[in-house]
């Protein structure tokens, strides 16, 4: 049996969730009438304290949409310079909203209050108008890195001041609360809007939401459309959501053991350089000496075991809920005898 650390993205519905999309009442979306989606939206905004939400068929579209939503051709936004928005999203941010990024060099993909206030463009004609903030919650490329929620704070009152509107790109954001001990309404009281992913470690084969107020939303469910995102059956995806969220953020927990195990074992070896702290379930680390990245992924590949060279020197390793305690053990082994 393979064991799949590229990303927590190849996770397969479990029987259990499969029968709930089997069961799944369902209409047309774009109409408004497919009651599945509906209650997805209710519960997720409940979730978060928000107003609304919108069903989307990925964590790029409901981030793409949101900052198309927050901005104006010509404007500025500020986010982390390895964040998903700007490096993973195919150049969206220009094709899609028009606008430009300022690129800051933060902590694992965290950047901080004092770093957004310096990057505000003044009012004058030369300048690009700063009008958002976009955060990630885990970072990916910061190794599944986690805010201090008092950062939050410190940056929203920084947007308030200066009248910018707050994103988070939360496609990872279960991870987070679990680890954190957070609750889903301390974010919906900070942001302007949240990104939520259910196709990662939640389970589901597809399916993000974005959060916002009534008019927002409104807006978003209008751009959804002309980027050609509107759905029609898709209670049957609503579905598996509706059940990720009942039964799989708890056990995220179980990942972010997996993950702290696997690197324990990497750092045992001489080949293995630098490895980013372990908050969630993303190990990074550097592969020196005896190998490269990709001769390493290579080497694991032989036993079945696949992850992802992000670079010449670093590799990505991802758990999730189809990487069981015996594959981390198998893991662990083959890593003892290289």
């Not at 069961?23 to 939206?41: C, H, I, R, T, Y």
């Not at 700007?86 to 094709?95: K, N, R, S, T, V």
């Not at 959804?224 to 708890?250: D, H, P, S, T, W």
């Not at 750092?267 to 592969?287: C, H, Q, R, S």
Request: glycine letters at 8%; aromatic letters at 6%.
């Amino acid at each position: 049996m393979i064991t799949d650390l590229r990303s927590d993205t190849f996770t397969k519905p479990s029987p259990a969730m499969l029968e709930a999309m089997f069961k799944a009442n369902v209409g047309d979306d774009v109409f408004g009438e497919d009651p599945s989606v509906n209650q997805l939206e209710a519960i997720t905004a409940d979730m978060f304290g928000m107003e609304a939400a919108l069903f989307c068929p990925s964590g790029t579209m409901t981030n793409q949409i949101g900052i198309k939503c927050h901005t104006q051709p010509g404007d500025e936004v500020i986010c982390d310079k390895v964040s998903h928005v700007y490096i993973y999203e195919g150049g969206g941010i220009a094709f899609n909203s028009s606008c430009q990024v300022k690129a800051l060099d933060g902590d694992r993909g965290r950047i901080s209050a004092d770093q957004v206030a310096e990057a505000i463009n003044p009012d004058d004609v030369h300048k690009a108008r700063t009008s958002l903030v976009s955060l990630e919650n885990t970072a990916n490329r910061g190794g599944g890195s986690c805010y201090e929620f008092n950062d939050f704070e410190l940056i929203k009152e920084v947007c308030l001041k200066n009248r910018l509107s707050l994103h988070l790109d939360g496609a990872r954001l279960w991870n987070a609360l679990v680890a954190k001990g957070e609750t889903p309404k301390q974010y919906g009281a900070i942001f302007d809007s949240i990104s939520v992913c259910l196709s990662k470690g939640m389970g589901t084969p597809v399916g993000s939401l974005l959060l916002g107020k009534f008019d927002f939303i409104k807006k978003a469910r209008r751009v959804r459309k002309v980027f050609g995102g509107g759905m029609r059956q898709a209670g049957y995806l609503a579905a598996a959501c509706i059940y990720a969220l009942e039964n799989n953020i708890e056990r995220l927990a179980e990942d972010h053991l997996h993950a702290h195990k696997i690197a324990e074992s990497l750092a045992k070896k001489d080949f293995i350089g630098k490895i980013m702290p372990v908050e969630t379930n993303i190990i990074i680390f550097e592969v020196t000496g005896s190998y490269t990245a990709k001769e390493f992924c290579e080497r694991l590949k032989l036993d079945d075991i696949l992850c992802l060279s992000i670079s010449p020197t670093q590799v990505r390793m991802v758990t999730h809920l189809d990487v069981t305690t015996a594959m981390v053990a198998k893991l662990m082994g083959v890593i003892e005898a290289m």
